[in-house]
């Protein structure tokens, strides 16, 4: 018996792997989603001839079930922010080209214009709503007597029933830590931003763990909060040398307020990073590939935290029970301005 030609990865359909596997295209489906009325040998036969045809099932097309409209709602409240943008393009490749339709709605935070774009949603009788805040800080829940399911993404919900996903600053600052310390770095101050974030002390929260774990703090005692800016990087700078701290290296709390600290450490003749090595956090491309030297940062993963926010919504939909907050680790992005000694 010859078997059945491989088609492109765009032609394979259902019919294709149940054809190849022998079997019907219901027993494929099931194998395919580790449905457990099918037995092992049937799955795995199955799991071979999808791998075999490059069989991809869109996870989310398959969640499109005839009662549905193929809708989403996206609800953001910084349209034009530096943070939300990355997380509404991850959520849009989630939802796969053609596959379903979003209505973006931009509520400029304010509570009143975000409840009118959350009724005319429910009106188009949108499958769900990705809710994406302007900062990372707990936000009020939608409500709890909403028809379709809500997943907040980057601010999560203080209702504790509600399911949110955001960046993990707690183990971000610990990252931070964990790499200047592994470049041999103990002299170690952090230069952070606005306290009315708690972003703000999730990363000193974690950076200080690191440290005292390691028989450490920061230089200064504690961290130096201003703003998320140049100009507050370089005048922190200026005041941790002016005060003759020892330091070798520099934790800061956004890519802008350190390059604000490299600017100053170049103009007080300290080499970075040779003399003191710095990290930043966000790496934002404008400023930490720009930065001389380049900058090593903490990247947020926000595309992957969109994507995840929408896959999720879709899990629901299918059944999924998801409630309180879960956590995406951040990842280190290493170049010029830290180094080991």
């Avoid at 990865?9 to 099931?30: F, N, Y």
């Avoid at 989310?60 to 943070?83: K, N, W």
């Avoid at 961290?223 to 934790?251: C, K, N, T, Y």
């Avoid at 100053?264 to 300290?270: K, N, P």
């Amino acid at each position: 018996m010859n078997e059945p030609a491989l088609l492109p990865k765009s032609q394979s359909t259902l019919a294709d792997v149940a054809r190849l596997a022998g079997v019907s295209v219901a027993t494929a489906s099931k194998a395919l989603n580790d449905k457990p009325q099918v037995r092992a040998e049937t799955r795995a036969r199955v799991k071979a001839a999808a791998e075999q045809l490059s069989f991809l099932p869109n996870i989310l097309a398959q969640s499109l079930h005839q009662q549905r409209t193929g809708t989403v709602g996206l609800i953001t409240s910084d349209l034009e922010g530096r943070f939300s943008i990355p997380i509404l393009l991850g959520a849009e490749d989630a939802f796969g080209a053609g596959a379903v339709s979003v209505f973006l709605c931009d509520a400029r935070d304010d509570a009143i214009r975000e409840r009118h774009h959350l009724r005319a949603l429910l009106s188009r009788r949108v499958d769900g709503i990705i809710v994406v805040g302007s900062r990372p800080d707990p936000r009020q829940t939608l409500g709890r007597n909403i028809d379709v399911p809500v997943v907040y993404a980057y601010s999560p919900s203080l209702h504790e029933n509600d399911y949110s996903v955001v960046v993990d600053n707690y183990g971000a600052g610990r990252m931070a830590i964990e790499h200047l310390l592994a470049c041999g770095r103990t002299k170690i101050a952090h230069i952070t931003g606005d306290p009315s974030y708690g972003a703000t002390h999730e990363r000193a929260a974690g950076a200080r763990a690191a440290l005292n774990e390691n028989g450490l703090d920061f230089v200064s005692g504690h961290p130096l909060e201003g703003s998320w800016s140049e100009s507050w990087g370089r005048g922190a700078a200026h005041m941790l040398l002016s005060q003759g701290h020892d330091i070798d290296g520099i934790f800061c709390g956004s890519d802008q307020i350190a390059r604000g600290v490299l600017d100053t450490l170049r103009e007080a003749g300290r080499r970075v990073p040779e003399d003191i090595a710095v990290i930043g956090f966000d790496n934002w491309e404008a400023f930490a590939a720009n930065s001389r030297p380049q900058l090593t940062s903490i990247d947020m993963q926000l595309e992957k935290l969109g994507n995840l926010a929408a896959r999720k919504l879709f899990s629901i939909l299918d059944g999924e029970t998801a409630r309180g907050i879960e956590a995406l680790p951040c990842k280190l992005v290493y170049r010029e301005s830290t180094a080991a000694l």
